[in-house]
């Protein structure tokens, strides 16, 4: 654990917390890729399938059950609440999702640490973190309707990835031995992903003018 960690966690952590307020609160989900949630769903199901038989911290484990109950509660609101589900915009939530899971799935069973079924969802769920923005992003693009949570929810989940690129900056320089290939070159591609939203999103915080994604 380093200050870089920490802060991801918490960048990470605050973007739920900024979706659950829009959509708890407000009743709403606008502007908000139920695709894009879904694949959040399956990225922490695949990922923590070790959570009841390998305890590394009470810590590791609180965050590890946050995200799995925060990432399903949020698609079974947009999915079954009476009120919010209305406000989906299923019309423009279009992006064909399915189409990244089973890339993402091959590539881990040919690319991975180690060629066991942990192992293979690991990858699985690192690779698949890496593109599950996309829906979201060609939302934003399609509606150009951007409200301040939205854009808060999206900035934070982008800020969270990278702080996490800072960590492994760090460990790299302070612990022996420390790589991990498939988590570099996929949180780059995914850092990558997020520079267009970065850009508009600074600036027009700079400008102080609406939040609006070209189409």
């Not at 079974?76 to 992006?95: P, Q, S």
């Not at 999702?97 to 881990?108: I, N, R, T």
């Not at 069973?109 to 593109?131: C, H, Q």
């Amino acid at each position: 654990m380093n200050a870089f960690r920490l802060a991801g966690d918490m960048t990470h952590l605050l973007s739920v917390v900024v979706l659950l307020l829009k959509i708890h609160t407000i009743k709403s989900c606008a502007g908000i890729s139920l695709k894009t949630q879904e694949l959040y769903a399956l990225v922490f199901a695949a990922r923590y399938l070790d959570l009841f038989i390998h305890f590394i911290s009470l810590y590791n484990t609180v965050m590890k059950l946050v995200f799995l109950a925060s990432s399903f509660s949020i698609v079974w609101y947009m999915r079954r609440h009476k009120i919010v589900r209305r406000t989906y915009d299923k019309d423009h939530d279009t992006f064909r999702h399915h189409f990244l899971v089973l890339p993402c799935l091959a590539l881990a069973f040919l690319i991975n640490e180690k060629f066991t079924f942990r192992e293979v969802m690991w990858a699985f769920s690192i690779y698949l973190e890496a593109v599950a923005i996309l829906p979201q992003l060609v939302l934003l693009q399609r509606t150009r309707n951007i409200d301040n949570l939205t854009g808060q929810y999206v900035f934070f989940l982008g800020a969270y990835r990278v702080l996490y690129i800072l960590n492994w900056i760090y460990r790299y320089f302070t612990e022996p031995h420390f790589v991990h290939w498939i988590s570099w070159i996929a949180g780059i591609v995914q850092t990558l992903l997020y520079a267009d939203f970065f850009y508009y999103y600074i600036m027009s915080w700079k400008n102080n003018v609406k939040l609006e994604l070209p189409a």
